[in-house]
Structure formats: C-alpha cells, structure tokens
C-alpha cells in the first residue's frame, strides 16, 4: 500500500494566518490525492480533489497544490471555523490510504 | 440533498459478529462505488473496503480481509458491512462514504455521521 506522511501533525495558528499543511507518498500518486477536514463528533468532509480542485460549496480560501510524491493544502487566511483536523487521501490505486492528520489549533 | 445514514452498530464481544447498513438518499445509488471507513478512538482514519457499483468487484484493507464481507442491494439503495471474528482492535466509529465518480478508488465526496462499534467482553 502507498504510505501518506503529513506534516506537521500539529500546528498551532492564529485568525488570518497562512496556514501550509504538506502531504508526501510513497511512491507517485501523479494527481490523485484527497484532503478532508474533520470536526471533533463529525464526518470528514472533502475539500479538495485531483490534488487541486475546489469541492463544490468549500470557500476559495482553501486550496491545493502538488503533483507525484509532494502535495500541499494552503488555507490562505485561517477563519475559527477552520479550526479542526485534516487528512490527505490518495486514490492513485486500491487499498486507498489516509495521513495521519494535521490537527489545526489555536 | 445526497445522504448516507449509517446503523447496526453496538457493543459485541471479541470474536462476535455485526451487521452495519447504510441507507442512501438524495442520488442514484447503483451509479457509484461505496466504501467502508473507520476510525478508531482518538485515531486517523483507515479505509476498510469498497464496493463496485455493479456489485462485481470489491476490495478489502489487509486488517479485515478474511473477516469482513461488503456488499450492496441496489434495489434498496442500501450497503453493508458484514463483520465477523470481531477483535478489539476493530472498535471505533464505522462511516459509509461514497466514491466522487463509478470508480473504485476514488475521493469520497458523501460521508454518514458513523455508527459506534465496540468489541469489548
């Protein structure tokens, strides 16, 4: 199975900060990579897809980046709703696998 | 508005068995791939095991292999996880969560609120 390291685990971060969350595989994934963002109690919930493509409905402050084996998330001015943890997925092959999750918090 | 609701969860002794069901709402159901994930207490996500949209093909995590059976009734627009030879290891909330296209590995772009499996004696 392809192996996701996220980095950091946690980050500490204030209101309207740029905020870079990095994703790295094993092995190429080419584009096929996921992010999600989870609430304590919650669902995952995707904000991005094919590395850089917006979900329908997420606002523009988040976005991606990355292609092969390197990958970021960039919020681009951190709101208190965006406090919460997020994972990278890939879906280059099956057996999909996540990170282990950044954890965002004041 | 695209809904998944999970249930059939609970409390099961090691080695016991459990059912858990999703029922889909709000999109054509027989046209995606359906997986399984779980998350254990104060743990990531791990993906358990997907299913074809056609019922022809599934694919399972090495941890559930042998043990887990996946499958669908497109008629009910429901899923299922079969769970047997439970261990302790498998305790955490179970999310139905349904691939982006027909694709089998796919983004996940429709999540249940979970169920709760426990294996405890």
């Known amino acids: 199975d392809i192996q996701l390291t996220q980095s950091p685990s946690t980050l500490s971060a204030s209101v309207g900060d740029r905020v870079t969350i990095t994703c790295r595989a094993s092995q190429s994934i080419t584009q096929w990579l996921a992010w999600y963002q989870q609430k304590p109690g919650k669902a995952p919930k995707l904000l991005i897809y094919?590395?850089?493509g917006l979900e329908s409905g997420v606002p523009s402050r988040f976005s991606g980046s990355g292609s092969g084996t390197e990958f970021t998330l960039t919020i681009s001015s951190l709101q208190p709703d965006d406090y919460a943890t997020y994972y990278c997925?890939?879906?280059?092959?099956?057996?999909?696998?996540f990170g282990g999750g950044t954890k965002v918090e004041i | 508005e695209e809904q998944l609701l999970e249930s059939g969860g609970g409390l099961v002794q090691p080695g016991g068995s459990l059912r858990l069901s999703c029922a889909a709402s709000?999109?054509?159901?027989?046209?995606?791939?359906m997986n399984w994930v779980r998350q254990a207490p104060g743990k990531g996500l791990e993906w358990v095991s997907v299913?074809?949209?056609?019922?022809?093909?599934?694919h399972y995590a090495e941890a559930v292999k042998g043990r887990f059976t996946i499958s669908r009734d497109n008629s009910k627009n429901t899923l299922y996880l079969q769970m047997n030879g439970l261990r302790g290891d498998d305790t955490g909330v179970y999310y139905c969560?349904?691939?982006?296209?027909?694709?089998?590995?796919?983004?996940?772009?429709?999540w249940g609120q979970g169920t709760m499996v426990t294996v405890s004696s």
């Open positions: 094919k590395a850089s």
């Open positions: 709000g999109f054509t159901f027989k046209n995606y791939a």
């Open positions: 997925q890939q879906y280059n092959s099956l057996g999909l696998t």
């Open positions: 969560a349904k691939s982006w296209d027909t694709a089998m590995d796919d983004a996940l772009d429709v």
């Open positions: 299913i074809s949209f056609n019922v022809g093909r599934t």
